[in-house]
């Protein structure tokens, strides 16, 4: 008797793929369930499965290795799955991080007279823009501000 795929990958729950365009069995790898987050069905196999990507509507692999990764090394739950593919996951932490950046230094760049501290956060928000749709109007009032204090410093 099989249960929740444990002898076959093709009689897994499809609940675990939810919103996959196509599974790909033949590259399927057994998993260790031990290792697994799970309260009911654990994931017995891990098997290459294409989803569309959330941010930029390109099709990606969800590859066993990187399941294998999420799911027994970071111990994420199993019903989780990629929603974006590498690239977008890849983007959405660069955005994240200049963000964080931005949001530690914006008070003391606008106070003090430190010329490279201006530029760089003039820096990480035109590479925020770059990487997003929309720009927060606090990040244009202050890019403002700064732009302005950089030509200040250098005419004077």
């Excluded at 260790?32 to 799970?38: H, R």
Aim: one cysteine or more; glycine letters at 2%.
């Amino acid at each position: 008797m099989d249960i929740f795929g444990d002898t076959d990958s093709r009689l897994m729950p499809s609940h675990l793929f939810q919103n996959c365009l196509r599974l790909d069995y033949s590259t399927a790898i057994r998993a260790d369930i031990t290792k697994q987050n799970y309260s009911v069905c654990p994931r017995h196999w891990y098997v290459d499965a294409n989803f569309q990507c959330a941010r930029c509507g390109d099709e990606f692999c969800f590859t066993v290795s990187e399941q294998k990764r999420w799911y027994e090394g970071q111990r994420f739950w199993i019903d989780s799955i990629a929603k974006q593919c590498k690239e977008c996951r890849r983007l959405i932490r660069r955005e994240k991080s200049l963000r964080r950046e931005y949001d530690r230094d914006i008070s003391i760049a606008i106070k003090l007279d430190n010329l490279s501290q201006k530029q760089r956060l003039v820096d990480v928000i035109d590479e925020f823009r770059s990487l997003t749709d929309i720009l927060p109007p606090k990040l244009i009032e202050h890019r403002e501000i700064l732009v302005h204090q950089i030509a200040k410093m250098l005419s004077s």
